[in-house]
């Protein structure tokens, strides 16, 4: 097992710019919409998998999961940060994140659920953050929201199958597994998507800019091929896991440059 710690992001976003996604709106409110629901769901995961670490009798999993929190409980703080930059921009974002927050402190699912609902959310995650280090589409962000989601990016990668393990140690039913993911998707899509649009209707951009920017973006495939679709090719796999696909080495020159960068 990988040792997992977190470290600290610590740039500060007062130079953001407006379309910060390589000058694409509809780009930048998609990431916008989905740094909304960060903070709350990183404190969703670590609720979801913190409930069960007395049942956890591996010491090496033990110690994952305090590393997951770590890391989990950065990127939360660090998205949060972003929110005074989006409002200093003129977006009303209190609506979105007070839905996130309700969703993502439910009532009415049981404990195994919740942590079923994590485990599929970490991998959309981890998809997403591979896209950061190897579709040349994301390489156009500007800083420091590139930054910001490197590091996001190459700690998910680094603790992505955590909640997995704890899943399968705990209830390795493929019906909990699949569920889970179903209940995921349904909330991603809806969520995301009522938040990507009421930020493009806060910035107003032009009908004709709109448009090419949006086919800029469906034509790269991003949103349906290259996260929806392969998510659930690979999840749907009975014998899938995490780690079926190792990307660390991707990532362990950036994490060792950040580190020294940091020290």
């Known amino acids: 097992m990988r ?24 780009a930048t409110q998609l990431v916008n919409s989905i740094n909304l629901l960060f903070p709350e769901g990183e404190r969703f995961f670590v609720r979801s998998v913190k409930r069960y670490e007395k049942d956890i009798d591996d010491p090496e999993l033990r110690a994952q999961m305090r590393g997951f929190y770590a890391q989990e ?6 998205h949060e940060r972003y929110f ?14 007070t839905v996130a927050e309700r969703l993502l402190r439910p009532r009415y699912l049981s404990k195994e659920m919740c942590l079923s609902i994590t485990v599929a959310l970490e991998h959309y995650t981890a998809i997403m953050a591979e896209l950061m280090y190897t579709d040349p589409f994301f390489a156009k962000i500007d800083e420091p929201m590139k930054s910001l989601l490197l590091w996001h990016a190459a700690e998910e990668i680094e603790h992505k199958a955590v909640a997995f393990d704890v899943l399968k140690k705990i209830n390795p039913s493929y019906a909990l597994r699949m569920g889970g993911y179903a209940i995921a998707s349904l909330g991603l899509v809806l969520v995301w998507g009522a938040g990507t649009a009421s930020l493009m209707r806060q910035r107003r951009a032009g009908f004709a800019k709109v448009l090419r920017d949006v086919s800029e973006v469906l034509g790269n495939g991003v949103l349906g091929r290259k996260i929806f679709f392969r998510a659930l090719a690979q999840y749907v796999a009975p014998d899938f896991h995490p780690l079926t696909r190792d990307i660390l080495p991707l990532v362990r020159q950036y ?6 960068e940091a020290a």
């Open 84 to 97: 005074k930059a989006m409002r200093a921009q003129g977006y009303d974002i209190d609506a979105i994140v």
């Open 3 to 26: 040792a997992i710690h977190a470290r600290t992001f610590r740039r500060s976003f007062d130079d953001v710019p407006r379309d910060w996604f390589a000058g694409n709106t509809f």
């Open 255 to 260: 994490l060792e440059d950040f580190e020294r």
């Open 73 to 78: 409980g950065q990127h939360a703080n660090a």
